[in-house]
Nanobody, 121 residues
Framework: QVQLVESGGGSVQAGGSLRLSCQVSGNPISGYYMAWFRQPPGKERVGVAALRLDGVTAYADSVKGRFSISVDTEKNTVDLQMNSLKPEDTAMYYC???????????????WGQGTQVTVSS
């Protein structure tokens, strides 16, 4: 069993940066495909960034060039660096893990509880 715990959310002004972190426990992170999703208020959850075991990444068009996903196998964490934040980035952000490559698809097996990001204009 894998447990995921997100941290790093908060409130920031437009143009600012935040770094989200997801602590993975239960198994080494190197055995999983990892992803970040977000769910704005009243909307569906959508994929933001994903990381394949061979290092290949995938990003939603809305965050390309601003967000970056990375993994630290020593710490067993996956981070999401978010720069040039916009009010439309406001959402609950979730970490996800799976044993199959889903890219930005929603059907990852393991999910965290989420961390809130609020961007004010």
């Amino acid at each position: 069993q894998v447990q995921l715990v997100e941290s790093g959310g908060g409130s920031v002004q437009a143009g600012g940066s935040l770094r989200l972190s997801c602590q993975v426990s239960g198994n080494p992170i190197s055995g999983y495909y990892m992803a970040w999703f977000r769910q704005p208020p009243g909307k569906e959850r959508v994929g933001v960034a994903a990381l394949r075991l061979d290092g290949v990444t995938a990003y939603a068009d809305s965050v390309k060039g601003r967000f970056s996903i990375s993994v630290d196998t020593e710490k067993n964490t996956v981070d999401l660096q978010m720069n040039s934040l916009k009010p439309e980035d406001t959402a609950m952000y979730y970490c996800a893990a799976g044993v199959y490559w889903r890219a930005l698809g929603n059907d990852y097996r393991y999910w965290g509880q989420g961390t809130q990001v609020t961007v004010s204009s």
